[in-house]
């Protein structure tokens, strides 16, 4: 069976957490990985990454010492990403709930990027604060937050969490067609 019909069955089956029916695009992954400082970042994380489409992408452009965490909650997605054997990816069954917690018992105290597919209209609001808060609190100063929404629902939440400092970009070769929220911690 191919990749992306695999990630369909799963996508159905557990549409509360990804959201989606189909990967991400290798446009929207481009999109999102353009304003990422690959050469000084020391830690990226990544929250809902599902099989990997924008993974690939992040770890293509990693630099020799930078790590990349990700936080997967889905067993048929984690076990793809524990597919990718890349000795600078770090693959987490956990929530992004608990960012601060896994990543220091990994031996980070901040990070520099933190990239997001989560599907942040359909997860609970109380568990979507945590997040946004919990990720805002964990970057380092002048580090981003990199979030993609199908609509502009979530603007006013990110507003609250990062203040002024978010641009708005937009991805029509996706499908759907997807909004990029950069979010930088000032």
């Not at 509360?16 to 353009?34: D, E, H, I, W």
């Amino acid at each position: 069976m191919s990749k992306k019909f695999n990630f369909f069955k799963e996508a159905v089956k557990n549409y509360k957490t990804s959201g989606t029916v189909v990967p991400s695009s290798k446009y929207l992954a481009n999109k999102m990985l353009k304003d990422i400082d690959f050469k000084t970042a020391n830690l990226i994380i990544e929250l809902g990454p599902g099989n990997g489409a924008i993974t690939h992408n992040i770890l293509k452009n990693l630099s020799p010492n930078t790590t990349l965490v990700c936080f997967e909650i889905n067993d048929a997605f984690y076990k793809e990403l524990n597919k990718i054997k890349h000795p600078q990816l770090i693959v987490l069954k956990a929530s992004a709930e608990n960012i601060k917690e896994e990543i220091i018992k990994l031996g980070f105290n901040k990070a520099d990027c933190i990239v997001s597919s989560l599907p942040l209209t359909i997860i609970p609001k109380e568990v979507t604060n945590s997040i946004l808060i919990e990720s805002y609190q964990f970057l380092k100063e002048k580090g981003i937050f990199i979030q993609y929404q199908y609509n502009l629902t979530y603007y006013k939440k990110l507003k609250e969490v990062f203040g002024n400092n978010i641009s708005l970009n937009f991805e029509p070769f996706n499908f759907p067609p997807a909004f990029i929220y950069k979010c930088a911690k000032n």
